[in-house]
Each structure stands twice: as C-alpha cells, then as structure tokens.
Antibody, heavy 123, light 106 residues
C-alpha cells in the first residue's frame, strides 16, 4: 500500500543540525512532487518545503529558508530534509507528504502523509 | 505575503450542515485544498482544486471558492466529523495554510 515513513527526529541543541529521512513505498516515487510539513505542539500546520519530482526545483517557507535543505534520491525512493542552525521554534512534528498530481511543477494537494517524526530543539 | 484566515471554531448539530470559511486575497486567483485532522491523527486531504474529493472521501464533503472566500461544507454532519480543518492554497511555489478551524459536533 502507499506509505511514507519518516525517521531521524530527536532532541537537539539550538544551533545544531539534524537530517530527516522519509522512505516511500507503494507508488512511483519519481513521479510526484514531495513536501515537508511541520506542526508545533498544539499549533496549526506549517508548510516547510517542496521538491519537484525530478529534484530540479526546490522551494522553502520563509521561516526555514537558508537553514533547511530538501533533497531526494529517486533511486532509493527516499526524501530528505537537512536542518541546520536549528532554533527552539523549529520544535515540531515533521511530516513527509506526497503531492497528488504527477504534473511536474504543479500542485494539487497533499494526499499522502507519513506518521511524522518529532524534532525537539532544546538546550 | 498572502494569508488565509479561518474562524477558530465552528459548532454544528448532528445531521445539520456545517460550513467552514477560509478567506484571503490569494483565493481570487488560486485553488484551495482542505484537510481534516482528528485528535492524535495525521491530516487527511478532503478537498483539492476547490471542489474535488480524493477517492475515499464521503460525498457529504464539498467545497467552493468564490471571490476571496473558500468554503468547506459538510452535509449531514456526523460525530466522527469532529476535527480540525485547515484550508491551504499556493502562492506561486509556496504553500499557505490557514490557522485551522475546530469543528465541534454537539
């Protein structure tokens, strides 16, 4: 079945780095744009980044631009999020999501979500 | 940058119709999506491109978008529809989420 499984979360001090991974299965990973979305405890959903199906284009939310890097390895069906210069405000559950459309560069909505991995930034 | 505004809460009686609005200037030129998130669960896409339901989403969920306001409508609301609902739109290559609306069925 279609599945996304995140890993790599944990507790980290401010200023340090963390790398999240998302293993995809059950669908043609290389055909879909992929997103990272986060949700701070008790808060709403915040979009983090998107990468096109072939990895050629990447875009970021203002709060993470310049600190986070999204990437993918289509040969391994895996999405990544490299998070540098972490801040207390980055504390959240991070979700890997799939965009519904297979049209490169287009966005319909996030129709598959992983269960999330928790990142806690604290001294 | 654009923002999407949702009321913090909406209440509805079982069997009645719930309407959840989402407003923002971006909606005049962009499609909207809606997500449902039940407590302790992952968000689920219930509407995309203003009016389309993904497979498996009940017909009682419908969407509309006119002017600068999009609306999620739940007909014959059931207790299991109690959840947080988020609208979302695209500003070029950036996704914008509304703050969320807690739907209470009482």
């Amino acid at each position: 079945q279609v599945q996304l499984v995140e890993s790599g979360g944990g507790v980290v001090q401010p200023g340090r780095s963390l790398r999240l991974s998302c293993a995809a299965s059950g669908f043609t990973f290389s055909s879909h744009g992929m997103h990272w979305v986060r949700q701070a405890p008790g808060k709403g959903v915040e979009w983090v980044a998107v990468i096109w199906s072939d990895g050629t284009n990447k875009y970021y939310g203002d709060s993470v631009k310049g600190r986070f890097t999204i990437s993918r390895d289509n040969s391994k069906n895996t999405l990544y999020l490299q998070m540098d210069s972490l801040r207390v405000g980055d504390t959240a559950v991070y979700y890997c999501t799939r965009d519904l459309t297979r049209v490169k560069g287009d966005y319909y909505g996030m129709d598959v979500w992983g269960q999330g991995t928790t990142v806690t930034v604290s001294s | 940058s654009y923002e999407l505004t949702q009321p913090p809460s909406v209440s509805v009686s079982p069997g009645q119709t719930a309407t959840i609005p989402c407003s923002g200037d971006i909606l005049e030129k962009r499609y909207v999506c809606w997500y449902q998130q039940k407590p302790g669960q992952t968000p689920v896409l219930v509407i995309y491109q203003d009016t389309n339901r993904p497979s498996g989403i009940p017909e009682r969920f419908s969407g509309s978008n006119s002017g600068n306001t999009a609306t999620l409508t739940i007909s014959g609301t059931q207790a299991l529809d109690e959840a947080d609902y988020y609208c979302q739109a695209w500003d070029s290559n950036t996704a914008i989420f509304g703050g969320g609306t807690k739907l209470t069925v009482l």
